[in-house]
Each structure stands twice: as structure tokens, then as C-alpha cells.
């Protein structure tokens, strides 16, 4: 779990598909809703590109990214 890692939405280009919010396991985003919103980012996985890559939006970015991170594998099964 991160303090210095967790995703950022651009609500300008967020499509609200729900895609992130559905298929993140660890709880980061509120619950039943389209329109992603991070309530708990503490929880996000350091390195965790999950919701990102399931973003058609290209619309998540994350606080903590300096290219330094690698993509790691969190359970969430949508890396």
C-alpha cells in the first residue's frame, strides 16, 4: 500500500465507463458509480497501473510517477 502512489483522474478527458472503478480490487475508488473518484488513495498498490490501462480515455495519471516505477502485478487481474 501507497502514500506516494495512487491515481489521478483528468475529468476533462474521464469518459465515466466505470472501467477503473470496476476493476480495482483494492478499493481505491468510490463504489457504485461511473464517475471514478479516488476516496481512498493510501490503499492504491506503489507501481499498480491496473486502472490506467484499462482507462480508453487515457484519463488516469498518478501522484508519485517519475518513470521510475515499474508495473507491477497487485491482483487486480486488469494489468
Excluded: F
Amino acid at each position: 500500500m501507497s502514500k506516494k502512489w495512487y491515481p489521478v483522474i483528468n475529468y476533462e478527458n474521464c469518459i465515466a465507463c466505470g472501467a477503473c472503478v470496476g476493476k480495482c480490487k483494492n478499493g481505491v475508488y468510490e463504489k457504485n458509480t461511473t464517475k471514478p473518484k479516488v476516496i481512498y488513495p493510501y490503499v492504491c498498490i506503489d507501481g499498480c497501473r491496473g486502472c490506467q490501462n484499462l482507462c480508453p480515455a487515457e484519463a488516469i495519471d498518478y501522484v508519485g510517477d517519475n518513470g521510475e516505477h515499474k508495473t507491477v502485478q497487485c491482483g487486480c487481474s486488469c494489468t
